[in-house]
């Protein structure tokens, strides 16, 4: 369906402020076209981000917007949705921003199975900052906090999702902006907590120091190391190796948070106990 991706932007803020070819902009078009094929008005929805490049997004999209300190990216967004329960909450963070300073907000946000959709931008590194090691980096990779190569066992950001309760879990990549469109789609209707992870190329702090220093060829890398989750039960383990999963990898129905919260407060009002 034709649209106008600048009735979504806040034009006066374009070009944007990311390297050239880095995947971020790609991920802003498939939010875009997610809330387009939802219907999701503009003033609908907030779009909470935290610190990193991925935090730029909350500058440029032409939404109810709010910019946190790092890591902090769903208490605010959970305090949002407390107040505004009838609106889309989405949140852009990265995987440093996510995993790191804001691992434990991530665990409980998904644990409680809010109604918020988390998008987290894995670009492997802390681009903004100089590119240091992440939760997510893997293993070998040489950063300026790894100069001899990251010994540190890296975070699966779908299975932690998993196994803190989300109840939709599901993984893209920039290389596939209709695949990436669908599952954050999917992931914006669904009724609980909805975790995407993107995996996105950082060419220039990454990338370079990791034998990927162009965008297309990181981005060419990224295509083919993505596996289809259909596939995983019958390719051979070796073929998986080094591999990522990529497609719906949970989705089920559990009862949601702000439901919950506001038959309590109903329940308690008329008891009496709420004045």
Same mark, same amino acid.
């Given at each position: ?34 809330? &387009? ?29 709010? &910019? ?36 434990? &907000? ?170």
């Amino acid at each position: 369906m034709a649209f106008d991706y600048a009735t979504y932007l806040r034009n006066e803020k374009m070009p944007t402020q990311w390297c050239s070819g880095c995947g971020l902009g790609n991920l802003m078009k498939a939010i875009i076209r997610a809330m &387009h094929e939802n219907n999701i008005a503009k003033d609908d929805c907030a779009v909470v981000s935290g610190i990193g490049c991925s935090g730029r997004m909350s500058s440029y999209l032409d939404c109810n917007t709010l &910019h946190t300190p790092h890591g902090r990216t769903l208490p605010f967004a959970t305090g949002l949705k407390l107040v505004q329960p009838d609106k889309h909450v989405f949140v852009v963070s990265g995987d440093g921003d996510a995993l790191a300073i804001g691992g434990n &907000h991530f665990m409980h946000t998904c644990r409680r199975n809010i109604d918020l959709t988390l998008i987290v931008a894995n670009n492997f590194t802390y681009g903004l900052t100089g590119g240091q090691f992440s939760p997510a980096t893997p293993i070998g990779s040489w950063a300026p906090t790894s100069p001899y190569g990251s010994i540190e066992q890296t975070f699966d950001t779908c299975t932690l999702a998993d196994t803190c309760g989300a109840t939709y879990v599901a993984r893209s990549t920039v290389a596939n902006l209709h695949h990436m469109t669908e599952m954050l789609r999917l992931g914006m209707a669904h009724k609980g907590m909805a975790v995407i992870e993107v995996i996105t190329n950082c060419h220039v702090n990454y990338g370079r120091k990791n034998k990927h220093p162009q965008a297309a060829e990181m981005i060419s890398w990224i295509r083919g190391n993505g596996v289809d989750e259909e596939m995983v039960e019958v390719l051979p383990m070796e073929a998986l190796e080094g591999k990522f999963t990529v497609g719906i990898l949970k989705q089920i129905d559990q009862p949601e948070y702000t439901a919950l919260w506001s038959e309590c407060v109903a329940r308690l009002s008329g008891n009496g106990a709420g004045d």
